[in-house]
């Protein structure tokens, strides 16, 4: 999966602060207590997806780490909202839990 490009990109912070404005003022809408986004690495080979989460996670000034699936993770919260990006390694991967 691709990161969104610079207009995606735009389109997408413009799309949350819509979010954010409109749920503000609509309280009667229902809300996720706690949203989550989320992000996949570009690349499709396992250690360059692990290399990518670790750089994600460099960024963001977190740890990457494995999850109890198997899955390396970079997590940040801000408030109740979490930032995560993914790396699942493909079924026949060997190098799943290093």
């Known amino acids: 999966m691709n990161h969104a490009d610079s207009t995606e ?3 997408l ?3 949350l602060r819509t979010l954010a404005d409109y ?3 609509n309280p009667e809408v229902p809300a996720p207590a706690y949203p989550a986004v989320h992000t996949f690495p570009a690349a499709d080979d396992w250690a360059q997806m692990r290399a990518e ?3 994600t996670a460099a960024r963001l ?3 990457a780490h494995f999850s109890g699936g198997g899955h390396y993770v970079a997590v ?3 408030g109740p909202v979490e930032y995560r990006a993914v790396a699942i390694p493909h079924k026949n ?4 839990s290093e």
Do not use: K, M, P, T
């Not at 991967?93 to 799943?96: H, I, L, M, P, V």
């Open 13 to 15: 912070i413009s799309g």
């Open 93 to 96: 991967d060997n190098e799943r």
């Open 76 to 78: 940040r919260l801000f």
């Open 9 to 11: 990109r735009a389109a």
């Open 23 to 25: 749920l503000e003022s």
């Open 61 to 63: 000034g977190v740890n």
């Open 53 to 55: 989460i670790d750089a």
